[in-house]
């Protein structure tokens, strides 16, 4: 059988190629870590992918900004019906429909059980943390494609408890596997709560999903910063305010929404291509976000960083950047008394009690960051898309299983 999926070409470029049916081993390939290659799998399953999802974490790696290789089947945002299951799992069946961790992690090191599976010692030969089709993530196969591996599948899957009304609300419950908990963890590491002040920068869809979860959290005023004006109209549509940052500085307009020129907590929904403000919007300088985000909170405030920084940028402006060092004012966060939380979310934290809201109609995640199903094949266009700052979340759907 085979297996369409989506690979990285080469900068700017993503292709439509056959990967090979998966089985219970991690054969050799793109970006696959060599002490990695013939590790057996037989805690794992099979799923046929129901919805997966295009992130702003691949696109880094399409833009050229990493050193992915060519041929990388990428993709870690992941929802799908289990067809296969491996020798050792005990709890999941054929049949059911999970969503998938975007973090991979094995539920047995220390950093696993202390909820930390974001940075799992067992997966990755080469660091803590690993995930589904991601450079340096230890080479395990990425989900945009027709079929998947899931290692560890009993502790990594979230298995959704009705199949009818999963697959009715699909587009919700495929946000878990990543932006979802990532901008819910955002929010709760800047300390959102009821009645807090949070400034969001970036409204890509990790924004919008960290604006989704400060209303969730009880926030009394969500803004959102920008410097697109469709992805600024979109934050509007669910009732946050916004900040458009080609203007210059958002201190001034935070002033004009909250009567004064700071929030309670800040969220860099950002990471590491952040542009210059006003006059500077046009070029590229990482440490913007963070340096403003300083600024902006208050004396005693969170700053939650879910925005991706990385510890090798090819592509960057200078040296300095190229090895993940920014020009930070942190004199400034030390003076002010922040606290920072940053790293890959945990997902498993936070998943199953974000199921639940949608589930109960508590929140519409796919709503807020205008879900737009496409075919596989149209993955490419998909890409180009949102490169060009669509404002839309874009969801592959390699079996027309997804209906809207």
Known sequence: MGNKAVSYASPGKV??????YPDFVLHDGPGVHPANVGRQVHHGVILKTIATNICGSDQHMVRGRTTAPAGLVLGHEITGEVIEVGRDVEYLKVGDIVSVPFNI????????KEGQTGICLNVNPDRPGSAYGYVDMGGWVGGQAEYVLVPYADWNALKFPDRDQALEKILDLTMLSDIFPTGYHGAVGAGV???STVYIAGAGPV?????????LLGAAVVIVGDLNADRLAQARSFGCETVDVSLGNPADQIEQILGVPEVDCGIDAVGFEARGHGAEATTEQPATVLN?????TRAGGRLGIPGLYVTGDPGAADESAKVGSLSMRFGLGFAKSHTFITGQC?????NRGLMQAILSEKVSIARNVKATAISLDQ???GYAAFDEGAAQKFVLDPHGMIHT
Not at 208 to 214: D, I, M, R, V
Not at 346 to 350: C, D, Q, R
Request: some cysteine; overall charge negative; proline content about 5%.
């Open 15 to 20: 292709e439509i190629i056959d990967t090979g």
């Open 105 to 112: 992690s094995c539920g047995r090191c220390r950093n696993c």
């Open 193 to 195: 709560g009821v009645g």
């Open 207 to 215: 924004g919008l999903a960290a604006a989704t979860s400060a209303q």
């Open 292 to 296: 403003s985000l300083m600024e902006i």
């Open 346 to 350: 945990p997902v498993m934290k936070y």
């Open 379 to 381: 993955a490419p266009e």
